[in-house]
């Protein structure tokens, strides 16, 4: 149960970072985002399949990654 909710937490943080318009909060949920997202990267065995939670975790890190290489200068 606690994988799940854990699973669910992280994907509504990751998507509130991608489609954040505000700029004054789109930093802070990034940053919220990559946190959640590692930790539960720490919680996952390290030998997993390609489709697995890992890879989307992994896949999600390097979006927001990009997205924090496309803001202003004064929200990085």
């Keep these: ?3 799940a909710l854990f699973l669910e937490e ?3 943080l990751y998507a509130a970072a991608m489609l954040e318009f ?3 909060q ?3 949920r990034i940053m919220k985002a990559d ?3 590692r930790a ?3 919680q996952l065995p390290e030998t997993s399949s390609p489709r ?7 896949s999600a890190l ?3 990654r990009r997205l924090t290489n496309i803001l202003p200068a004064d929200l990085k």
């Design 22 to 24: 505000d700029d004054t």
């Design 52 to 58: 697995s939670e890992r890879a989307e975790l992994q």
């Design 35 to 37: 946190t959640v997202i």
């Design 1 to 3: 149960m606690r994988d």
């Design 26 to 28: 789109v930093r802070h």
């Design 62 to 64: 390097d979006y927001l």
């Design 40 to 42: 539960r990267l720490q």
């Design 10 to 12: 992280w994907k509504t």
